[in-house]
C-alpha cells in the first residue's frame, strides 16, 4: 500500500509538472503570435505597395498561407483528410476564411493611415470585448465562462490601456506636427540646443522628436 501510494504521488506530480510546461509552451507561443501579428501587417502593407492594390495583397498573403497548410498536412498528417463529414456541420463554421479575409485587408488598408500602434491595438480593444460575449454567453458551441468582476476588471484595464497608448501616440504626433509647422512658417529653430522655438521642459525624447521635425 505505502508502495502504491507513493507511486500514485509520483503519478499525479508528473501529471502537474505536465500540464505546468504545457500551460508554459502556450504563453510562450502566445506572445510570439503576438509578435508576428505587427510584422506581418507591415510586410503586407510594403506588399500593397508592390502590386498596388490591397485585395491582390491579401490574396497572395492568403495564396502562400495556404501552400504552407497544404504541404504541412501533406507531411505531418500524411495526406489530405476526408472532406466528407464537413458537409453536415452547421454554416457558421466555414465563416473563419472570411473573416481572416476581411481581417487581412482591413488591416492593410488602416495601416498607412493609422501606423503600427493603432493598428495593433485598436483590434486588441475589439478581441476583448468579443471574447468575453463569447465566453459568457457560449456562441459557437464554445465552453461557457461567465463574466465575473475580475474579468471585467481585468478586461477593462486593458481596454484602458490600449486607448491610453492611442492617445499618448497621438498625442505625441499631433504635438510635433504643430511644431514643425511652426518651424517652417517661422523659419527659426535649428533643432540644436538653445535654438529658438525649441519646446522646453519636453525632455530627451522631445528634443528629439523637435529635431526630427525642425530637419524636415
Do not use: C
Not at 510562450?28 to 500593397?48: K, Y
Not at 452547421?90 to 488602416?110: E, F, H, K, R
Request: net charge positive; proline share 5%.
Amino acid at each position: 500500500r505505502k508502495r502504491g501510494g507513493a507511486g500514485l504521488r509520483l503519478r499525479r506530480r508528473a501529471g502537474r509538472v505536465r500540464r505546468v510546461e504545457v500551460g508554459e509552451v502556450a504563453v510562450v507561443l502566445g506572445v510570439l503570435i503576438g509578435l508576428a501579428l505587427p510584422l506581418q501587417t507591415t510586410v503586407n502593407t510594403r506588399l500593397r505597395g508592390s502590386v498596388g492594390s490591397p485585395f491582390l495583397a491579401s490574396f497572395l498573403s492568403f495564396a502562400v498561407g495556404t501552400l504552407t497548410l497544404l504541404v504541412t498536412a501533406l507531411l505531418i498528417d500524411g495526406g489530405l483528410p476526408d472532406a466528407s463529414p464537413a458537409a453536415a456541420l452547421p454554416p457558421w463554421i466555414w465563416a473563419g476564411g472570411l473573416l481572416g479575409v476581411v481581417m487581412l485587408t482591413t488591416n492593410i488598408l488602416i495601416f498607412p493611415h493609422l501606423g503600427s500602434i493603432q493598428t495593433v491595438v485598436l483590434p486588441i480593444a475589439g478581441q476583448v470585448l468579443a471574447g468575453l460575449a463569447i465566453d459568457h454567453f457560449g456562441l459557437f458551441e464554445s465552453t461557457r465562462a461567465p463574466l465575473t468582476a475580475s474579468r471585467a476588471l481585468g478586461a477593462g484595464l486593458l481596454v484602458v490601456g490600449v486607448l491610453g497608448a492611442i492617445g499618448v501616440a497621438a498625442a505625441v504626433h499631433n504635438r510635433y506636427a504643430v511644431t514643425r509647422a511652426t518651424v517652417r512658417a517661422s523659419g527659426t529653430g535649428t533643432g540644436r540646443r538653445g535654438g529658438a522655438g525649441r519646446p522646453r521642459g519636453a525632455g530627451v525624447w522631445g528634443r528629439r522628436f523637435y529635431n526630427a521635425a525642425a530637419a524636415r
